[in-house]
C-alpha cells in the first residue's frame, strides 16, 4: 500500500515547524519525495549513509547525523511496515546548540549554578521534544498497518501537535480509500455473479437450440426420405410393368411356337436397358443423400433438371405441367445437393397443394435468370397462393397446413435455412393472380 505522496507534501508544507526543524518523507527506496526545507536540493536525492545505517537496524528510531546539506542534526525517524515508506523529523544540531551557547553566553559572567540552570533547561526541552516525537511513533504505525487513528493526544510541543494532526488526517485518508476499495470489490464480485449466471443462461439456450436445430435436420431428412422413398416407387413402377411384360412375352413365343435367338436377344436387350435405368435411379437418389463438405460452383439448370428426374414418378400422376424458362446460364457457389433439396421441399409442396384443391391443368413455371451477378430461380405454380393470414407463417418451424400425419412442417423452415444461413443467400414468397411464387436469390459464383 502507498501513501499519496503529494497529499502528505501539502500537509507537512503546512505544518508551521519552526526555521530550524524540517520534515522529509522518504520512499521504500529510501528516496526524498517531498522535505519542507530546500525542497529543490534534497527532493529526489537518496537518504544519507548514516541516515539508511540508523533505518537499516530499526523501524523506528532516533540518531545524531549529517543531513543531505552537510549539516549535523538529530533526526527521529518512523518507517511504515505495510508501504515501507519513511518519516523523518530532524532539528539541525547547531539550533539545539545554539539554545545552549545562548544560555551559557548569559550565564559565563555569572555564578556556575546559573550555567547549570540553563543546560539542565536544554536538557529537559531536548528531552521533551524526543518524548514528542516518539510519540509520533505508534500511530504513525498503526497508519502504516493500515489501521484507523482517531486522535493522538498528550503533545505538549506545538510542532509535534501539528504533525500528529498532519498523522490523522492521512489515516482518514486511507481509510475512505479502503471503504471506495470495499466498495470496488463488493460491484465487482457481484458483476462477475451476474456475468456468470448470465453465460451459463447463454449456454443452456444455445444448448437448446442446438438440439432443437439438430432435431429439425433430422426430422426434415426423415420427411425427404420418405418422399425419395414414395418417388423410388413411382419411379420403378412403368420399368418393372414393361420387363414383366418382357418375360411374359418369350413365355408366350415359346408356346405359339415364335420363339427365335433374334427375339430373345432383342428381349434381353430392352430388359438391360430397364435394369440400366432403375440402377441409374438408385444411384440419382443416392448422390442426392450425399453430404457436401465444401461450397462449390455448380449450374443451376443442371440442379433442377437433376430434381426433376427425382420427382418424375410422382409428378407424371397427377399430370403437373412441368415448364422451364432460361433467361440465362445461372451458377450459383453453394451445396449443390442441399440446393436439390430446398427444390425438391418446394416443388412437392406445390404438388401436394394442386392435388388437395383438385386444380385443373396443374403447372408449375420454373425460371431461371440472374440479377448483379446473382443467380435468381423462380418457382410459380396456379394452385390459388398462399393464404394472407398465414403468409408470416410458412417459413415457421412445425408450421403446416397438411395435418400431423401428413407434414412434418420443417421443410420450408429447412429451406429458408439452406438458402439464408448455409447459402449467404434470401428465399422469399409472395403470390401472384394464379398462384403462389418462391423466389430464391443466391451467389452467382463470385468466389469461384
Not at 69 to 97: E, K
Not at 254 to 262: A, I, L, T, W
Request: contains cysteine.
Amino acid at each position: 500500500m502507498t501513501f499519496p505522496s503529494d497529499r502528505l507534501a501539502s500537509i507537512l508544507t503546512t505544518l508551521k515547524l519552526p526555521s530550524e526543524w524540517y520534515g522529509s518523507i522518504l520512499d521504500s527506496k529510501q528516496v526524498v519525495v517531498t522535505r519542507t526545507q530546500n525542497p529543490a536540493r534534497a527532493v529526489g536525492a537518496r537518504a544519507t549513509p548514516a541516515l539508511s545505517r540508523a533505518m537499516a537496524k530499526a523501524m523506528e528510531g532516533t540518531a545524531e547525523i549529517v543531513n543531505l546539506d552537510g549539516q549535523p542534526v538529530f533526526a527521529t525517524f518512523c518507517r511504515s511496515a505495510m508501504s515501507n515508506w519513511t518519516v523523518v523529523i530532524a532539528v539541525p544540531r547547531a539550533a539545539v546548540m545554539a539554545e545552549l551557547y545562548r544560555w551559557a553566553a548569559w550565564a559565563a559572567g555569572g555564578a556556575t549554578a546559573i550555567s547549570l540552570v540553563g543546560i539542565a533547561f536544554g536538557l529537559v526541552m531536548a528531552r521533551r521534544i524526543a518524548r514528542n516525537i516518539q510519540a509520533l511513533v505508534p500511530p504513525a504505525l498503526s497508519i502504516g498497518r493500515g489501521e484507523f487513528v482517531a486522535a493522538i493526544d498528550g503533545l505538549s510541543v506545538k510542532e509535534t501537535g501539528d504533525v500528529a494532526a498532519a498523522l490523522v488526517q492521512a489515516s482518514e485518508l486511507l481509510r475512505h480509500r479502503a471503504r471506495e476499495r470495499d466498495e470496488a470489490e463488493r460491484l465487482l464480485s457481484r458483476t462477475m455473479e451476474l456475468l456468470q449466471q448470465e453465460t451459463a443462461e447463454r449456454l443452456r439456450a444455445t444448448e437448446d437450440l442446438l438440439e432443437k436445430e439438430r432435431l429439425l435436420i433430422q426430422q426434415s431428412r426423415q420427411a425427404a426420405m420418405g418422399e425419395m422413398i414414395g418417388n423410388i416407387a413411382h419411379q420403378w413402377r412403368q420399368p418393372l410393368n414393361t420387363l414383366g411384360l418382357t418375360v411374359q412375352q418369350l413365355l408366350l413365343s415359346f408356346d405359339m411356337g415364335e420363339f427365335s435367338r433374334e427375339l430373345l436377344s432383342s428381349n434381353v436387350k430392352s430388359s438391360m436397358e430397364l435394369i440400366q435405368h432403375m440402377s441409374r435411379t438408385i444411384d440419382d437418389f443416392r448422390d442426392y443423400f450425399k453430404p457436401e463438405k465444401e461450397k462449390a460452383v455448380f449450374n443451376v439448370r443442371g440442379a433442377i433438371d437433376t430434381t426433376l428426374s427425382l420427382l418424375e414418378g410422382s409428378l407424371l400422376y397427377p399430370h403437373i405441367d412441368i415448364r422451364i424458362v432460361q433467361q440465362a446460364d445461372a451458377v450459383i457457389y453453394g451445396y449443390r445437393n442441399e440446393f436439390a433439396q430446398v427444390l425438391l421441399n418446394i416443388l412437392t409442396n406445390a404438388r401436394d397443394v394442386m392435388i388437395e384443391r383438385k386444380i385443373d391443368a396443374p403447372r408449375v413455371t420454373i425460371a431461371i435468370g440472374s440479377e448483379s451477378g446473382a443467380a435468381v430461380v423462380t418457382i410459380a405454380d396456379n394452385g390459388g397462393g398462399v393464404p394472407e393470414e398465414i403468409m408470416d407463417r410458412i417459413f415457421d418451424p412445425y408450421f403446416t397446413t397438411k395435418g400431423e400425419r401428413q407434414g412434418t412442417g420443417v421443410g420450408l423452415f429447412m429451406s429458408k435455412a439452406i438458402i439464408e444461413k448455409n447459402m449467404g443467400g434470401t428465399l422469399t414468397v409472395s403470390n401472384t393472380s394464379e398462384g403462389a411464387e418462391f423466389r430464391i436469390v443466391v451467389d452467382g459464383g463470385a468466389r469461384a
